[in-house]
């Protein structure tokens, strides 16, 4: 489904124009569509039909409080990775016993918060964690629910820095180390095995990885099953990919009805819960900045823009292709091949190189693709202040984040008395 579309040489999300909600709140800004939102985590939803998965909403994707109120409106469920996105969730109105908790380091604060909040499942990826775990339900008089995430080394085929299926990563725990883990919990009557989780990367734009994983999962529980350990419940984790550029991402229907297809031909009688987050955001959303200036260099055109990499750090990061295009087209300006860069001083401070693009000065551009891993992934790098966020319902739109003010920016640090003015 497209909530972004050109009407009359205007951008549009849903049924607003970009250039309205510009007009009106400033630059850079987020802006997100409801509508998209909603389609896309029903495709997941329905998608395993008749099969049932619980929805498990990645926040780490998009943690404004207006779109986890969305997702709980939905009826769904979270994947966190911090007693900070816990905080969110609850404050959002979801449900702690439909959330998840992932995550390599989780600090004993987070543990007793996420135990005392009943969460559904606390995905344990090391032996000293499970300990930890253990210790803390002891010391608070409960039972914990855990799963294992495993590792199963399999390459997700997608950039390096978000690629966490492969031996060689910090997550999870091998075969071999989960069966210890599971032997231990079983044992132990402070621990409730709730099942098994996986989550081998982001950006995956093939089903085969995913499926490989699967497979190998399945043939683990039923090594699990041998031993007397029956696990009931599978976690899949997120990273279905979407299209950027060219890439041919499954769909949202194709990439569920895979994995249904695989949990039959296994008999694999387990419930499922899976944690998509960019296949969610990520086209819902859109950065948009405004041109500051045009310049040329002997070389180059460079359009400078008000949004950098401070907004949305994705291009330089991980080498991130993200459509850019003009919130309203001016057929009488010529096109140039220009680098959209912005005002932070550094090189790697750019949104896209060498893209067609149709502008004068004060003309305002939107990257496409930006709803997930853009602002949550915002700094006040250069002391900038984090854009404003804006969720679009159909022929509304309301401020879900408020641009920073510079007091707000700088009401943390103090200056110690002995550096006061004499
Ligand atoms: N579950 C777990 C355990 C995860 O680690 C992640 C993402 C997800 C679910 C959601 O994955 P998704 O469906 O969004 O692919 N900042 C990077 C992406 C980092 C993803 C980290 N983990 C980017 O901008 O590409």
Redesign the pocket.
């Known amino acids: 489904m497209n909530s972004i579309t050109y009407r009359d040489n205007q951008l549009y999300v849903d049924n607003v124009a970009l250039a309205t909600i510009a007009h009106a709140v400033g630059t850079p800004a987020y802006v997100y569509s409801r509508r998209a939102l909603e389609w896309n985590w029903q495709e997941f939803n329905q998608g395993f039909s008749p099969r049932t998965a619980a929805i498990r909403y990645?926040v780490?994707?998009n943690s404004n409080l207006a779109i986890l109120a969305l997702m709980a409106k939905l009826g769904s469920g979270f994947?966190i990775?911090s007693g900070g996105e816990l905080e969110r969730v609850i404050r959002a109105h979801g449900k702690a016993n439909q959330t998840v908790f992932?995550g390599v380091a989780k600090s004993k604060k987070e543990i007793e918060f996420a135990l005392k909040s009943g969460i559904f499942s606390l995905?344990v990826e090391s032996p000293a964690e499970l300990a930890r775990i253990h210790i803390t339900a002891k010391s608070l008089g409960v039972v914990a629910p855990v799963s294992v995430r495993v590792n199963p080394d399999v390459d997700a085929i997608t950039?390096p820095?978000?690629s966490?299926g492969l031996r060689e990563a910090k997550f999870g725990v091998d075969f071999e180390q989960a069966l210890e883990l599971f032997r231990d919990a079983h044992h132990s009557e402070q621990l409730n095995i709730i099942g098994i989780a996986v989550?081998i990367?982001?950006?995956?734009t093939s089903l085969e990885p995913i499926i490989d994983a699967l497979e190998h999962v399945i043939d683990f529980s039923e090594q699990l099953g041998e031993v007397g350990i029956e696990i009931h419940h599978l976690d899949l984790?997120?990273?279905?990919?979407v299209r950027y550029r060219d890439e041919q991402p499954p769909t949202i229907r194709e990439y569920c009805s895979a994995i249904g297809e695989v949990l039959d031909r296994r008999n694999a009688a387990m419930s499922l819960s899976i944690?998509?987050?960019?296949?969610i955001t990520a086209n819902a959303g859109v950065l948009v900045t405004r041109v500051e200036y045009i310049k040329q260099t002997a070389t180059k055109n460079f359009a400078l823009v008000d949004g950098a990499m401070n907004d949305l750090i994705?291009p330089v990061?991980?080498d991130?292709w993200m459509d850019i295009v003009e919130v309203r087209q001016d057929h009488n300006i010529e096109a140039a091949l220009y680098d959209v860069v912005g005002p932070v001083c550094e090189t790697g401070d750019y949104l896209g190189k060498n893209r067609m693009l149709a502008i004068d000065p004060g003309d305002r551009l939107a990257v496409l693709g930006a709803g997930?891993?853009g602002a949550v992934?915002a700094s006040n790098y250069n002391t900038r202040p984090r854009p404003v966020e804006i969720l679009v319902d159909d022929e509304e739109f309301d401020v879900i984040r408020s641009r920073e003010s510079i007091d707000e920016m700088l009401c943390l640090e103090s200056i110690p008395d002995q550096l006061s003015p004499d």
């Open positions: 990645s780490k994707s994947d990775v992932s995905n950039h820095h978000i966490t989550h990367g982001s950006q995956m984790g997120g990273g279905l990919g944690e998509p987050g960019r296949a994705r990061l991980y991130a997930a891993y992934m």
